[in-house]
């Protein structure tokens, strides 16, 4: 089973920061588990899903237009996790947060692996005003 579990979300004021935190994770003992591409996405409510944030195993990041210049997505390969730190909170990023992955699951050597999508189960940022 691959699982992301998030971090980080809580209740602020407007203009202050958080820093949400996913790691990937498989709860099968002696399987290997590759994260391809990470990301975020955030769900207001009353409005659709969107992309916020994504970073690729080959070292691109970006973040949607509506934050940039204040969220910055990073990964640690290594730990098969992500961050989003985000600054310079509005009201307008409001959400809970998701964290999604692409992965690359080899249940026993010389075997097909698993390829699969998978989400956590999301942190809420409320940013106050």
């Known amino acids: 089973q691959v699982q992301l579990v998030e971090s980080g979300g809580g209740l602020v004021q407007t203009g202050r920061s958080l820093k949400l935190s996913c790691v990937a994770s498989?709860?099968?003992?002696?399987?290997?588990?590759?994260?391809?591409?990470m990301g975020w996405y955030r769900q207001a409510p009353g409005k659709q899903r969107e992309l916020v944030a994504t970073?690729?195993?080959?070292?691109?990041?970006d973040v949607t237009d509506s934050v940039k210049g204040r969220f910055t997505i990073s990964r640690d390969h290594a730990k098969n996790t992500v961050s989003l730190q985000m600054t310079s909170l509005e009201p307008e990023d409001t959400a809970v947060y998701y964290c999604?992955?692409?992965?690359?699951?080899?249940?026993?050597?010389?075997?097909?692996?698993?390829?699969?999508?998978?989400w956590g189960k999301g942190t809420l940022v409320t940013v106050s005003s």
């Open positions: 970073a690729s195993s080959g070292g691109n990041a």
């Open positions: 999604n992955a692409d992965y690359i699951h080899y249940m026993q050597s010389g075997a097909e692996p698993t390829v699969g999508r998978v």
């Open positions: 498989v709860s099968i003992p002696g399987t290997i588990l590759i994260i391809n591409d």
